[in-house]
């Protein structure tokens, strides 16, 4: 795929960027991340407005017998000094992106089994409820599970990833594959 600017680099959204696949934007990232940034290739992933960039880092030696808690804070406390260490090469980098993709790139790395996001977006995103959707919301909002529709809402998202994350990952699988039939299919 041959890249181009994105002709609008201050304005992350006024025409859409190029379309590229997750491998083709693994790709771009192999190439463009510095030797050493992560101890191997980094996880993509993606939407319309957002790519997330995560990587694992090298582990913290602790003495053996060390508390889960202990794990825990170093792994943390190693992806903080990562985050300060790395912050202008990853700057370069996502410039670079968003200039090229027309996309906002966020980061994160693993330590371990420590994984923390850095920079995530929280996109807006609008819908129309009626009167029982609504109160639904509503009674996590008075239940104290959340402070407002949108946090519920969001909570709910959350809720059916995690506990659909299967019947999900095949609908994107399908979508995939509908993508390439369509992208095979006859010339028009």
């Given at each position: 795929m041959r890249f181009e600017q994105h002709p609008h680099p201050h304005h992350l959204h006024p025409t859409p960027a190029p379309e590229l696949t997750d491998e083709e934007l693994r790709g771009w990232f192999a190439g463009r991340l510095p030797d050493g940034l992560f101890a191997g290739p980094p996880e993509i992933t993606g939407d319309r407005d957002e790519i997330l960039v995560v990587g694992e880092i090298p582990d913290v030696p602790?003495?053996?017998?060390?508390?889960?808690?202990?794990?825990?804070?170093?792994?943390s406390a190693r992806i903080e000094r990562f985050r300060a260490e790395t912050k202008e090469a990853r700057i370069a980098v996502a410039r670079d992106a968003e200039r090229l993709f027309g996309r906002t790139i966020s980061w994160g790395a693993r330590c371990g089994d420590v994984t923390q996001h850095f920079t995530t977006l929280g996109v807006p995103v609008m819908t129309r409820l009626r009167l029982g959707d609504r109160k639904v919301l509503d009674t996590l909002i008075d239940a104290g599970v959340a402070r407002s529709r949108s946090e519920a809402l969001a909570w709910c998202v959350r809720l059916v990833a995690r506990h659909q994350g299967d019947w999900i990952e095949s609908l994107r699988e399908a979508l995939a594959q509908v993508e390439k039939v369509r992208d095979e299919g006859p010339a028009g």
């Open positions: 602790l003495e053996a017998g060390t508390g889960e808690a202990a794990q825990a804070t170093a792994r």
